[in-house]
């Protein structure tokens, strides 16, 4: 009898496929509209960030094959006190919704001495830092579209800017040891000590949805191609929209890929529930968000989506911040 | 209420249950009388009801860690703790595969209880395995049991062959499996006494998880059992599938384990 691998015996997912579990429950806990798991959520931001800092600051402090590569220490340099400067303005507003300033957080550097000892090499290493700080910005995206909080997208919306170049960046430290960084995957033990931080503040309880906080009028029915078409729209002057008509149903999804930022008014619409960004080729399921298809090359995160309603004829997008 | 022998239903067509046969899980005829209560029961009501007619088969497991514990050498334990660790690593390769795959079969409410339960499963893949460090072992070589493998199967198996029942059925496995082994670590843990103090403390701890696990379906069902074809399915499932499931893996490990054979 040939003996089945563990791989085959039962799938394992990538260190990237944990990124939906922390994008929809960010977006549950904060769809509350409650204070409380709003504090809750930027805490937990903080927890993230602070371990990505640690990790990249001993990558900096201790790599020499980085520490004597010009580029990639500059680049390195510039990353760690960008997330320095990003985790001021967290504190700026954890310290205004809270009334406190946070002080060295614990419980993250505890996570950091674990995924010292836990982690076979550097490149293992690396890739448990690169897993934080993907996890940091899919929680951070949660934040702009579903907190009612116009200061803490502020913070958040300076903290994902640079996203798409901090992951190259990432590779290029991962690639001295690793040879394809976009492949390479984290051991089991430094994936769950990762996890293992980053999603233990849920609750222990189900949340409850509130209802959107308004409803915005985007574009009339009649205006977006049939049977199957889209149409952008901008919300508020920052919020592009995509709205989405797949026969008789009508969707609204984030116009921006989350892979490097192509635009999905661009893309092509695969009826009767599919977008594709016509970049890198990311897919998408215009109902959830999901990603249907990774491109070739990076990651994708799952697509912000936003309830729709039609009333006399035009379509109304609905919203959970004032 | 009656009890019938044991059988495996084998409506769903998944061959591979016709193994565990041999199980010895005593299954609960439902009769009419009692179909007819369960229909007045409130959510509530009937979460409860699951319990009482449930708990012969946790007290078993409970046994079945005492019993085991006071017989069990370093080999049996670093045995044990090989498919567990393993057991771990695969709860959060499951909860991870629901939330990424299917999104939309999920109640929103719900996304950060699962999400907290992957922190808590990775927190166990750590500690199990420091406990197996200390007691020597180590996971190279390993495979796990077919059985096992079998238990993380059937979640996803059983909820996909009836997508509109889709939350209920994954937690009337997963989670009902956490309750199993809250019940099969309370023996290990009183078994254990001052003669395994590491892994009494190890165990003590993951218990406290097991138990908000096992509320997940508890939750689950309070918001969603509402319609006797519901609660009907989560007996069925429960009885047919997942406690003979759980019964065979938890016993071949444990047989296994003694004789240092995983």
Redesign the interface.
């Known amino acids: 009898m040939v003996?089945?691998t563990?791989e085959e015996?039962?799938?394992?997912?990538k260190s990237y496929?944990?990124e939906?579990?922390?994008w929809?429950?960010s977006?549950?806990?904060l769809?509350s509209g409650s204070k409380e798991w709003l504090e809750v959520y930027a805490k937990n931001l903080l927890s993230v960030l602070d371990l990505t800092i640690y990790g990249f600051k001993r990558v900096a402090a201790e790599s020499m094959e980085i520490v004597n590569e010009p580029y990639l220490y500059q680049t390195l340099g510039y990353f760690v006190s960008s997330l320095g400067k990003y985790r001021r303005r967290l504190l700026n507003y954890i310290q205004h919704i809270t009334g406190s300033r946070p002080t060295i957080n614990r419980e993250a550097l505890t996570t950091y001495k674990?995924l010292v000892e836990?982690s076979s090499g550097w490149a293992d290493f690396i890739a448990g830092c690169k897993l934080a700080y993907r996890l940091l910005i899919t929680a951070a995206r949660a934040g702009i579209f579903y907190a009612n909080d116009r200061n803490l997208r502020m913070v958040l919306t300076a903290l994902i800017e640079r996203d798409y170049e901090y992951n190259t960046y990432i590779d290029d430290f991962l690639k001295v040891y690793a040879l394809d960084p976009d492949a390479f995957q984290p051991s089991?033990?430094v994936?769950?000590?990762v996890?293992?931080?980053?999603?233990?503040h849920?609750?222990?309880?189900?949340?409850?949805?509130e209802p959107p906080l308004r409803w915005v009028e985007v574009c009339r029915v009649d205006e977006i191609p049939a049977p199957t078409g889209m149409r952008m729209a901008v919300i508020d002057g920052w919020l592009e929209i995509l709205i989405v008509r797949s026969g008789t149903e009508i969707y609204a999804i984030e116009n921006i890929c989350t892979h490097e930022g192509g635009w999905l008014s661009e893309g092509m619409l695969y009826p009767p529930h599919m977008i594709s960004c016509l970049d890198h080729l990311a897919k998408f399921?215009v109902?959830?968000?999901?990603v249907l298809t990774q491109p070739q090359h990076g990651h994708a995160r799952?697509l912000a989506t936003f309830p729709v309603k039609v009333e006399d004829g035009k379509v109304l997008v609905g919203l959970h911040f004032t | 209420m009656a009890k019938i022998s044991p059988k495996i239903d084998d409506v769903m067509n998944i061959n591979w249950l016709a193994r565990v046969g041999d199980t010895m899980v005593e299954l609960v005829e439902l009769t009419k009388e009692e179909i007819e209560k369960i229909d007045k029961m409130s959510p509530a009501e009937f979460v409860e009801y699951f319990k009482s007619i449930s708990k012969p088969y946790f007290d078993r497991q409970y046994r079945y860690g005492y019993e085991w514990i006071t017989k069990a050498d370093t080999g049996a334990i670093i045995s044990w703790l090989r498919q567990g660790t393993?057991n771990e690593?695969?709860a959060?390769?499951l909860?991870?595969?629901l939330?990424?795959?299917y999104?939309?079969y999920?109640?929103?409410?719900?996304?950060?209880?699962?999400?907290?339960q992957?922190?808590?499963e990775?927190?166990h893949?750590?500690i199990r395995?420091n406990l197996l460090k200390k007691y020597g072992g180590t996971m190279e070589g390993?495979?796990?049991l077919e059985e096992w493998?079998r238990v993380?199967?059937l979640p996803l198996k059983l909820a996909l062959e009836k997508p509109e029942f889709f939350q209920l059925r994954f937690t009337s496995v997963l989670q009902v499996g956490e309750w199993a082994s809250v019940s099969h670590h309370r023996g290990v843990v009183a078994g254990a006494g001052d003669k395994h103090p590491e892994l009494r403390a190890v165990f003590k701890e993951i218990l406290d998880d097991e138990l908000?696990h096992w509320?997940i379906a508890e939750?689950t069902w309070l918001?969603m059992c509402d319609t006797l074809e519901k609660k009907l399915d989560v007996i069925r499932i429960t009885q047919n599938y997942t406690l003979p499931v759980l019964d065979a893996a938890k016993r071949k490990r444990l047989e296994l384990a003694l004789q240092h054979k995983i």
């Open positions: 003996m089945k563990r015996i039962l799938p394992k997912l496929e944990y939906p579990a922390m929809y429950a977006a549950s806990i769809k674990n836990v089991e033990a994936v769950s000590t996890l293992s931080l980053a999603m233990s849920f609750p222990h309880e189900p949340v409850d949805q399921d109902r959830t968000g999901e799952p | 393993w690593w695969a959060v390769n909860l991870g595969t939330i990424k795959d999104t939309d999920v109640d929103p409410e719900f996304y950060p209880l699962f999400a907290r992957i922190a808590d990775c927190r893949v750590l395995h390993f495979t796990p493998v993380f199967e908000f509320s939750r918001k």
